[in-house]
């Protein structure tokens, strides 16, 4: 990937939100993060990312809100949205899909499924 290829990552839990901040910068990407889901938010829309990873279970905002937020702007609203959760219930993903999330990745993850996960959701 290139310098050019931005995400934003909101993730409440300090240390995962640093390794995937990690990870991403070591592989090239424009990455930037927040644990809180209004700041991420905003964020979103200061800097239009191409991309989103978001954890679902938050305080304050949960993911869902995060999502349903990005999607009523129109700056935001075509961001591809990864959501991170540890849960891997039917209804939890169907609720994300009909919200309008491109893809999910269950904690716990390894590089090479973030990175694909990534990869998948930055072609379409």
């Known amino acids: 990937m290139t310098q050019t290829v931005s995400v934003l990552v909101i993730e409440d839990e300090e240390?995962?939100?640093?390794?995937?901040?990690n990870i991403l910068q070591?592989?090239?990407f424009k990455a930037m993060g927040t644990g809180n889901a209004r700041q991420g938010l905003h964020l979103a829309k200061e800097l239009v990312p191409d991309l989103i990873?978001?954890?679902i279970r938050m305080p304050e905002l949960d993911g869902y809100e995060v999502l349903k937020a990005l999607r009523q702007d129109p700056l935001t609203a075509s961001i591809p949205?990864?959501?991170l959760t540890a849960e891997t219930l039917q209804n939890v993903v169907r609720q994300g899909q009909l919200l309008g999330a491109n893809g999910y990745l269950t904690k716990p993850f390894t590089t090479a499924q973030l990175?694909?996960?990534?990869?998948?959701?930055?072609?379409k």
């Open 81 to 83: 949205l990864i959501f």
């Open 53 to 55: 990873v978001c954890d």
């Open 115 to 123: 990175l694909e996960a990534i990869a998948t959701h930055l072609k």
């Open 15 to 21: 240390f995962l939100r640093e390794m995937i901040l």
């Open 26 to 28: 070591t592989r090239g």
